[in-house]
T-cell receptor
Framework: GESVGLHLPTLSVQEGDNSIINCAYS??????FIWYKQESGKGPQFIID?????DKRQGQRVTVLLNKTVKHLSLQIAATQPGDSAVYFC????????????FGTGTKLQVIP | SQTIHQWPATLVQPVGSPLSLECTVE??????LYWYRQAAGRGLQLLFY??????ISSEVPQNLSASRPQDRQFILSSKKLLLSDSGFYLC?????????FGSGTRLTVV
């Protein structure tokens, strides 16, 4: 669920290494999941999504893994670059349609050059 | 293609002054529209959402209000700003599951 009042957890990664950002969701009825990237001073931007009938989906340098058994979602970024430094939010939705999206806490990714 | 416009980008307002932030969407009709607030270093807090003209749902009690005078226009307002209203305000529209966000307005109440 949302934790809007908490400071964001931070993940520091060396440039070139792989990053793994984790997210736990609470609603077992959620069947559509999205990862967003928010750079400083900008609005969140869509990265990748996955539906509950899949457990893995790959994009360009990013992979999302879904474990419905433990209600866990992860975003893997390969060969992390300085431009990947941002806050990453997971989001869940029921039905993948016009329902409210629930956002996770967010994780701040810092890439060390 | 669909686009979302939000303005102004930054705003400094004195305590007690009114507020009006505007958001418009292009390239879609009857969108679900949302206002979020984000405190520095924090997550996203849903303030209001609207599924149609004149239809506003408030998520949290607060000093703000929202209106939807036209299908693709969503306005966030306040009659008298408080210091605690400072933050980063984001408008979003929902298409086919996910959200598209505006560029945000950084509001500082002094």
């Amino acid at each position: 669920g949302e934790s809007v009042g908490l400071h964001l957890p931070t993940l520091s990664v060396q440039e070139g290494d792989n990053s793994i950002i984790n997210c736990a969701y609470s609603n077992s009825a959620s069947d559509y999941f999205i990862w967003y990237k928010q750079e400083s001073g900008k609005g969140p931007q869509f990265i990748i999504d996955i539906r509950s009938n899949m457990d893995k989906r790959q994009g360009q340098r990013v992979t999302v893994l879904l474990n419905k058994t433990v209600k866990h979602l992860s975003l893997q970024i390969a060969a992390t670059q300085p431009g990947d430094s941002a806050v990453y939010f997971c989001a869940e939705n029921i039905g993948g349609g016009y329902q409210k999206v629930t956002f996770g806490t967010g994780t701040k990714l810092q890439v060390i050059p | 293609s669909q686009t979302i416009h939000q303005w102004p980008a930054t705003l400094v307002q004195p305590v007690g002054s009114p507020l009006s932030l505007e958001c418009t969407v292009e390239g879609t009709s009857n969108p679900n529209l949302y206002w979020y607030r984000q405190a520095a270093g924090r997550g996203l807090q849903l303030l209001f959402y609207s599924v149609g003209i004149g239809q506003i749902s408030s998520e949290v009690p607060q000093n703000l209000s929202a209106s939807r005078p036209q299908d693709r226009q969503f306005i966030l307002s306040s009659k008298k700003l408080l210091l605690s209203d400072s933050g980063f305000y984001l408008c979003a529209w929902q298409g086919n599951g996910g959200y598209t966000f505006g560029s945000g307005t950084r509001l500082t109440v002094v």
